[in-house]
């Protein structure tokens, strides 16, 4: 008997071995499988899914106890997002600096673990009215205003640069001290504003047909008195009457013409056969002062010392009403008749 007791005992013991070889039941009762390691995620993994703490955001007690996604420090950087997940502070994404504008360089700057601020450079060019400026650009309301990159939230005043006055009736339109300013657009005789700087037409004699000439010329700018001269000679069994007449006014102008004469000996008398008489300037002569822009004529029948009435004969055109324009001329016929 009891040697069947050991030998029962035996098989007992080699059964339980062949067991355990088998992968049969383990002393944790099978709770984690058949290694006897928690699974991650598992019941034995509180921390699966999450940053790996001692790499990306060291413990923090400031989330002890916390809601998730509560704002925390894990980096001592404003400039991080950092928010507590399960229990921990964990890395966050980059603040946002971002002010929607193209032209400006959006920075970061950290003023403390959980506090920043932003800084938004203009890169170049200016941001003016809300809208991006390329340096040098014009300001559209305002030709002499453009951007200056020195001072790149507002326009600057240009200064010596090409522009556009709106006029048709200037030229090498330029920028001074913000204001487009332009040459006004002259006629080919002047500067002939005063009777010293008439322009001169030339000589012509009394037996010459008249017109001796024709010319168109303007008044422009504003205030501007238009002189010019001839010599009218006396030559021998002819009679001399210097005429001139003022032809083609521009629509809405009154103008008037006035002629004078200068003996080349002294003067004597003059007799107006067309306009009024009028002495200016120590000499005499005749207008023509019509209404309106109705055309003017002067005929002076003139008398010198002597045989010889060889004369200089100036005559004026000046505006009395209307606009200033350079691209409305008015017409000149002169000469003897």
């Keep these: 008997m009891p ?3 050991t030998a029962s005992s035996l098989a007992s013991l080699l059964l339980l071995l062949a067991a355990c070889a088998s992968g049969g039941g383990s002393p944790d009762g099978g709770r984690f499988g058949g290694d006897g390691a928690a699974p991650d995620g598992g019941p034995g993994d509180e921390d699966a899914g999450l ?6 955001a060291p413990p923090s007690d400031d989330c002890a106890g916390q809601p998730e996604g509560t704002p925390c420090d894990a980096d001592g950087d404003g400039c991080t997002q950092d928010l507590c997940r399960r229990g921990r502070c964990t890395l966050g994404g980059a603040s946002d600096c971002d002010d929607g504008v193209s032209c400006t360089t959006d920075v970061c700057i950290s003023t403390g673990a959980m506090s920043f601020r932003c800084e938004n450079e203009i890169a170049g060019g200016c941001y003016i009215e809300g809208v991006c400026r390329d340096e040098g650009a014009r300001n559209p309301e305002e030709d002499c205003q453009l951007c200056d990159a020195a001072a790149p939230t507002a326009w600057s005043t240009a200064t010596d640069v090409s522009c556009d006055d709106g006029d048709a009736c200037t030229s090498d339109d330029r920028c001074a001290d913000g204001t487009c300013t332009g040459t006004p657009v002259l006629d080919d005789y002047e500067m002939n504003d005063g009777r010293a700087a008439a322009h001169d037409l030339g000589n012509i004699s009394d037996g010459d047909s008249f017109p001796a000439g024709t010319f168109s010329a303007t008044l422009f700018p504003e205030g501007d008195v238009d002189w010019f001269v001839y010599n009218d000679s006396d030559d021998s069994f002819s009679s001399i009457f210097p005429r001139v007449q003022l032809r083609d006014l521009p ?3 009154n103008y008037d013409l006035c002629v004078f004469i200068d003996c080349e000996s002294s003067f004597n008398s ?3 056969t067309a306009g009024t008489p009028v002495t200016e300037g120590g000499l005499s002569g005749c207008c023509s002062t019509n209404d309106g822009n109705a055309d003017e004529n002067v005929r002076i029948d003139h008398d010198c010392s002597g045989v010889d009435d060889s004369a200089d004969v100036y005559f004026r055109v000046e505006k009395v009403a209307g606009p200033a324009t350079c ?5 000149i016929r002169w000469g003897d008749d």
């Design 270 to 272: 003059r007799d107006c």
């Design 3 to 5: 040697l069947t007791r």
């Design 251 to 253: 629509s809405g102008s």
């Design 51 to 56: 940053p790996d703490a001692s790499v990306d």
């Design 327 to 331: 691209d409305a001329p008015y017409t």
